[in-house]
T-cell receptor, first 111, second 114 residues
Framework: AQSVAQPEDQVNVAEGNPLTVKCTYS??????LFWYVQYPNRGLQFLLK??????LVKGSYGFEAEFNKSQTSFHLKKPSALVSDSALYFC?????????FGAGTQVVVTP | NAGVTQTPKFQVLKTGQSMTLQCAQD?????MYWYRQDPGMGLRLIYY???????DKGEVPNGYNVSRLNKREFSLRLESAAPSQTSVYFC?????????????FGQGTRLTVV
């Protein structure tokens, strides 16, 4: 069965510092991996995806993610965090037509 | 563009009551999904529909039924609501099973069962 794990419930970072949100996956076959963000009382918004090709994927709002097949990881990164990046972040995987999410990581960026 | 529209936004039910959550998308997507979101548990897939006329169970289907009425609409029904079904429900759609395209989400339905 496919799954994703987000080992951190919350990540705290100061504004201007690098931000990393971790995700590991377990799928049979080629993984299709996504990151989504959720702001309070809103639905999820797509950030970026890895389907194939370059292991470094660039997405919306200055975010990027690195696909690492040997470590089965797909960590989300941003070089310089903003207070407005404070939100709930979800890693997701698609396999056999099912889009499944991790438990989410709350990111708190302090001024 | 409306995208994915869910109704209602809020609902309070008594235990044992039934209700249907409505979802419609205007992007001509083939695949549609229903999720529930609970604190600390992320989004859990209830049911999904890969195309018009097909539906499949997700991780937590018990207590729910779905209908893919047409390509646009995918409804979720609670036949006899239970307090354990108190949650925020999200509908989503994607182009082709979500494998290489992102999903689009509605704004959610906050359901409380008392």
């Amino acid at each position: 069965a496919q799954s994703v794990a987000q080992p951190e419930d919350q990540v705290n970072v100061a504004e201007g510092n690098p931000l990393t949100v971790k995700c590991t996956y377990s799928v049979s076959g080629n993984p299709y991996l996504f990151w989504y963000v959720q702001y309070p009382n809103r639905g999820l918004q797509f950030l970026l995806k890895y389907i194939t090709g370059d292991n470094l994927v660039k997405g919306s709002y200055g975010f990027e993610a690195e696909f690492n097949k040997s470590q089965t990881s797909f960590h989300l990164k941003k070089p310089s965090a903003l207070v407005s990046d404070s939100a709930l972040y979800f890693c997701a995987v698609v396999s056999w037509g099912k889009l499944q999410f991790g438990a989410g990581t709350q990111v708190v960026v302090t001024p | 563009n409306a995208g994915v529209t869910q109704t209602p936004k809020f609902q309070v039910l008594k235990t044992g009551q039934s209700m249907t959550l409505q979802c419609a998308q205007d992007m001509n997507h083939n695949s549609m999904y229903w999720y529930r979101q609970d604190p600390g548990m992320g989004l859990r897939l209830i049911y999904y529909s890969a195309s018009e006329g097909t539906t499949d169970k997700g991780e937590v289907p018990n207590g729910y039924n779905v209908s893919r009425l047409n390509k646009r609409e995918f409804s979720l029904r609670l036949e006899s609501a239970a307090p354990s079904q108190t949650s925020v429900y999200f509908c989503a759609s994607s182009e082709m099973g979500g494998q290489n395209t992102e999903a689009f989400f509605g704004q959610g339905t906050r359901l409380t069962v008392v």
